[in-house]
């Protein structure tokens, strides 16, 4: 009972700064996205929902850079809380081991590490296709979206558009020059106007471009011919500013299951990436969540260096530092690995064995040394 009711208490330690830090990361990494996905949609003339929509979608990945800093960093503070209220002298004058701390710490990084797996291996895919997939959708839908003042704008089916002003909110363009030509086809088309505004019928069909006080020019080179006309209104429809879908999930590594990843990519499509890009992919999601349990390994014993409530919190700052640089560390590993040009049981599993052993070896070290009972006189 006893044991019970210290696993309960320790869980509840590191779950209330867990909850906080995963909170204030996943506030600070989609705030920053924010502001991007507000502009580019604001350019886009797109619905306002889209980019709480695109947000939403890229919360699995957040959520897999948040979720381990955050673990780490909350057995750390949760530790490093219990010695500075001396609550681990307690524990220890009660015979009960500080090696015990690691079964509510395991606990919580079990279910948390298969958590993790769950999300990199699957959730992140679907989701970062659906993100992608949103975005390419408005882009496509909003023509005017690749279009700048003073550049040539290739539409394709051999249209060419430039104008000298574009009001996006409205769809209305200043001083618009197309030139049009099919493949094969002996004849020009070149329209000047001075205004247009891009209209929608329907959803089916390309839009129209309306172009207001203008002129046409027909150059027939087979006939030799050349024709004028003026117009006051002339209903011009854009070839191909509807694209084609964005494809099926699989395009590349990163939109791959962990089953897709080991078959070598979605049946029925040519992935963009290569073997190795695929292998490096399959190995960092697999590594980086097994990684949690290496770090709680590390998070006791560095909570626990410095004594006492005026001890200096060395191991923390200590336990950061060693944090990004592996992960930072595992990143590089993933790029020379994804080339080819080095082994992953050497960039990616090397580092990984390395924490591991030398988190088993600094536990040992660290919880072996009893912490002194202080005597009291009375």
């Known amino acids: 009972?006893?044991?019970?009711?210290?696993?309960?208490?320790?869980?509840?330690?590191?779950?209330?700064?867990?909850?906080?830090?995963?909170?204030?990361?996943?506030?600070?990494?989609?705030?920053?996205?924010?502001?991007?996905?507000?502009?580019?949609?604001?350019?886009?003339?797109?619905?306002?929902?889209?980019?709480f929509e695109c947000l939403f979608y890229l919360l699995p990945h957040y959520l897999g850079l948040a979720i381990p800093a955050s673990l780490f960093l909350a057995i750390l503070l949760a530790v490093r809380r219990l010695q500075e209220t001396s609550e681990l002298v307690i524990i220890q004058s009660t015979g009960i081991s500080l090696r015990a701390l690691y079964q509510p710490v395991a606990m919580i990084v079990i279910p948390v590490m298969l958590l993790s797996l769950l999300l990199t291996g699957y959730v992140q895919p679907h989701a970062r296709y659906a993100y992608r997939a949103t975005l390419y959708g408005v882009a496509v839908d909003n023509p005017l979206a690749s279009l700048r003042p003073g550049i040539f704008f290739e539409m394709g089916e051999g249209s060419v558009l430039r104008v000298d002003s574009i009001q996006k909110q409205d769809g209305i363009l200043e001083g618009v020059f197309i030139s049009h030509q099919k493949e094969n086809s002996p004849e020009q088309l070149i329209i000047g106007a001075q205004r247009a505004q891009l209209i929608y019928e329907n959803d089916t069909q390309a839009p129209i471009l309306r172009l207001e006080k203008g002129n046409i020019v027909r150059d027939n080179k087979k006939k030799n011919k050349i024709s004028e006309l003026n117009f006051e209104s002339y209903p011009f429809r854009l070839p191909s500013l509807i694209g084609e879908p964005y494809?099926?999930?699989?395009?590349?590594?990163?939109?791959?299951?962990?089953?897709?990843?080991?078959k070598g990519g979605v049946h029925g499509i040519i992935p963009d990436s290569t073997k190795a890009q695929m292998r490096a992919e399959l190995h960092v999601r697999i590594i980086q969540p097994l990684s949690l349990l290496f770090f709680a390994l590390w998070a006791v014993p560095l909570a626990l260096i410095g004594a006492g409530r005026t001890g200096k919190a060395y191991g923390i700052f200590f336990g950061a530092g060693l944090f990004v640089f592996y992960e930072k560390l595992i990143g590089l590993g993933e790029a020379y690995a994804a080339q080819g040009d080095l082994s992953i049981w050497f960039v990616l599993w090397g580092p990984f064995l390395i924490l591991g052993f030398s988190g088993c070896y600094f536990m040992?070290?660290?919880?072996s040394r009893k912490l002194k009972v202080p005597r009291v006189k009375l």
């Open 364 to 367: 040992h070290t660290q919880i």
């Open 247 to 262: 494809g099926r999930r699989g395009q590349d590594e990163r939109e791959m299951v962990f089953g897709e990843l080991i």
């Open 1 to 51: 009972m006893a044991t019970s009711t210290l696993n309960s208490y320790i869980i509840r330690q590191i779950l209330g700064p867990f909850s906080l830090g995963l909170t204030i990361l996943l506030t600070v990494l989609s705030l920053e996205r924010l502001l991007r996905l507000i502009k580019a949609v604001n350019e886009q003339n797109a619905p306002g929902y889209t980019v």
